[in-house]
Every structure is written in structure tokens, then in C-alpha cells.
């Protein structure tokens, strides 16, 4: 089993900034994408920014040129730089990843969930 760990989130103010950090533990063989997925209340959980192996990145358009995602695949970690944040980006952040085990089956997991409000 592979364990994921969320920390940050947190009530901040219109326009500043947070840091979202996760961290894999666990049977890890080999971590194929790693990121961020959001679910605010009443609707369906989303994508944030994902991010491969290879360095290829995917964000949602909501948060392109705010939010950056990072991540070290030496140590299992991804992070979620968030700027110029906005009440709509008010939500639970889940940290996600994909990989495979050393006999080659997929794995995929979650964090538990780490809180972001954003208001004044």
C-alpha cells in the first residue's frame, strides 16, 4: 500500500498565497504521476495540476498562471505553489498519485484531504 500525507492548506485572504506540500510513503516502486485534485462543497471532485514523470504538466484552466506545480522524484514529494488565490479556489485539496508496484500492477491513491478557505 502506498500512503500519501497532505500538509498546508488553511485559511488565507483574497490575493495572498499557500503551499500545499504531499508526501508518498509505502510500497513504492515507481511513481508514474503525481497531483493535485480539489472538491469544493455541493460539487464533484476536480483536476488541478498533474504532473508526470517525465516533467509533463497539466493544470486546470481555472488555475493556469496562479497555481505551479512541483515535484521531487527522488523523495516522493509534489507540492502545489498557489498565488493570487480567490474564494472560488475555497475547496478540500487531495493529493493523488499513479504508480506501479515491482511486479508491475498498478497502483493508484489518495491523501486524506487538507482544507484551503480563502476569504476576507
Known amino acids: 500500500q502506498v500512503q500519501l500525507v497532505e500538509s498546508g492548506g488553511g485559511l488565507v485572504q483574497p490575493g495572498w498565497s499557500q503551499r500545499l506540500s504531499c508526501a508518498a510513503s509505502?510500497?513504492?516502486?515507481?511513481?508514474?504521476?503525481m497531483g493535485w485534485y480539489r472538491q469544493a462543497p455541493g460539487k464533484q471532485r476536480e483536476l488541478i495540476a498533474v504532473?508526470?514523470?517525465?516533467?509533463?504538466?497539466n493544470y486546470a484552466d481555472s488555475v493556469k498562471g496562479r497555481f505551479t506545480i512541483s515535484r521531487d522524484n527522488a523523495k516522493n514529494t509534489v507540492s502545489l505553489q498557489m498565488n493570487s488565490l480567490k474564494p472560488e479556489d475555497t475547496a478540500v485539496y487531495f493529493c493523488?498519485?499513479?504508480?506501479?508496484?515491482?511486479?508491475?500492477?498498478?497502483?493508484?491513491?489518495w491523501g486524506q484531504g487538507t482544507q484551503v478557505t480563502v476569504s476576507s
Open positions: 504532473m508526470d514523470s517525465g516533467g509533463a504538466i
Open positions: 493523488n498519485a499513479l504508480g506501479r508496484d515491482r511486479s508491475s500492477s498498478v497502483w493508484g491513491s
Open positions: 509505502g510500497s513504492i516502486f515507481r511513481i508514474d504521476v
